[in-house]
């Protein structure tokens, strides 16, 4: 290994801190005020130089933006032999044809990928925080410390999950609402098995109760079919339809 990879080797050797992530996260949030503070604070050359580097960045920010709002750009076509004769002086000329800008390529991908896990649900009630988090209080002799939330919904946490310490842990997810199988019906051949979870794909109410695993009305999960004769590389998708909290397991139906 290099002489300068120190720092590199140290982590494959002995990890990360336990709260690296965390740390992570708040160095992030805070560079906003950190820029916010300097572009105040700064003055003389700095604060030009500093205000050129920020100009220069919102000109690329609107130009991305500027560039995924297009709907229609004009491009040239492949030439095609003309019937009738042209002049000489439309010969260099080429057809301007509409193709679809980056922008309708992207939603285009983003409705595919909606589509690939689309359930046959109408309607799915919104979940707020306040139902969904209880908020638990923390400190040793004051419990004014109010960052740490308790989830009141069933959750499915995998095999290899391995929980973090208590004192960084942010999302607690009790033992007794976790769920490890499914009661799966097959609409063709009009039987209900019971499989184990693989995995959360989709929760209709957020993308962060999608990454905690939460188990609520409509949500999209992944469940392993080897017990009914079905061989595939992964998994199956079944959704959710039923509330489990209030009957105590999960149901799904197979996606076929």
């Given at each position: 290994?290099?002489?300068?990879?120190?720092?590199?080797?140290?982590?494959?050797?002995?990890?990360?801190?336990?709260?690296?992530?965390?740390?992570?996260?708040?160095?992030?949030?805070?560079?906003?005020?950190?820029?916010?503070?300097?572009?105040?604070?700064?003055?003389?050359?700095?604060?030009?130089?500093?205000?050129?580097?920020?100009?220069?960045?919102?000109?690329?920010?609107?130009?991305?933006?500027?560039?995924?709002?297009?709907?229609?750009?004009?491009?040239?076509?492949?030439?095609?032999?003309?019937?009738?004769?042209?002049?000489?002086?439309?010969?260099?000329?080429?057809?301007?044809?509409?193709?679809?800008?980056?922008?309708?390529?992207?939603?285009?991908?983003?409705?595919?990928?909606?589509?690939?896990?689309?359930?046959?649900?109408?309607?799915?009630?919104?979940?707020?925080?306040?139902?969904?988090?209880k908020v638990i209080s923390t400190g040793s002799k004051t419990k004014k410390k109010g960052w740490k939330r308790m989830i009141t919904k069933p959750t499915f946490v995998g095999n290899d999950f391995t929980r973090r310490p208590v004192?960084?842990?942010?999302?607690?997810?009790?033992?007794?609402?976790?769920?490890?199988?499914?009661?799966?019906?097959?609409?063709?051949?009009?039987?209900?098995?019971?499989?184990?979870?693989?995995?959360?794909?989709?929760?209709?109410?957020?993308?962060?109760?999608?990454?905690?695993?939460?188990?609520?009305?409509?949500?999209?999960?992944?469940?392993?079919?080897s017990d009914l004769g079905i061989v595939t590389p992964g998994g199956k998708i079944a959704w959710g339809r039923n509330n489990c909290e209030m009957d105590g397991c999960?149901?799904?139906?197979?996606?076929?």
């Amino acid at each position: 290994m290099p002489q300068n990879e120190y720092i590199e080797r140290w982590q494959k050797q002995h990890g990360r801190r336990l709260d690296h992530e965390e740390r992570k996260r708040k160095r992030q949030a805070r560079e906003v005020h950190k820029i916010a503070d300097n572009a105040q604070k700064f003055k003389g050359l700095r604060a030009k130089l500093f205000a050129k580097k920020r100009h220069a960045q919102k000109i690329q920010m609107k130009k991305q933006i500027k560039a995924h709002e297009e709907r229609n750009v004009k491009g040239s076509g492949p030439s095609e032999p003309a019937s009738t004769a042209m002049p000489q002086y439309l010969l260099e000329r080429s057809e301007a044809t509409n193709a679809k800008a980056l922008s309708t390529q992207i939603k285009n991908k983003r409705k595919e990928k909606a589509a690939k896990f689309s359930v046959p649900l109408p309607k799915v009630r919104g979940i707020a925080e306040q139902e969904m988090f209880k908020v638990i209080s923390t400190g040793s002799k004051t419990k004014k410390k109010g960052w740490k939330r308790m989830i009141t919904k069933p959750t499915f946490v995998g095999n290899d999950f391995t929980r973090r310490p208590v004192k960084y842990e942010r999302f607690i997810r009790p033992m007794g609402l976790r769920y490890k199988k499914a009661n799966v019906v097959h609409p063709e051949l009009a039987v209900t098995v019971q499989l184990p979870i693989i995995g959360v794909k989709k929760n209709p109410n957020s993308p962060m109760y999608t990454h905690l695993g939460v188990l609520t009305r409509g949500t999209v999960i992944e469940v392993n079919v080897s017990d009914l004769g079905i061989v595939t590389p992964g998994g199956k998708i079944a959704w959710g339809r039923n509330n489990c909290e209030m009957d105590g397991c999960v149901n799904a139906v197979l996606l076929v």
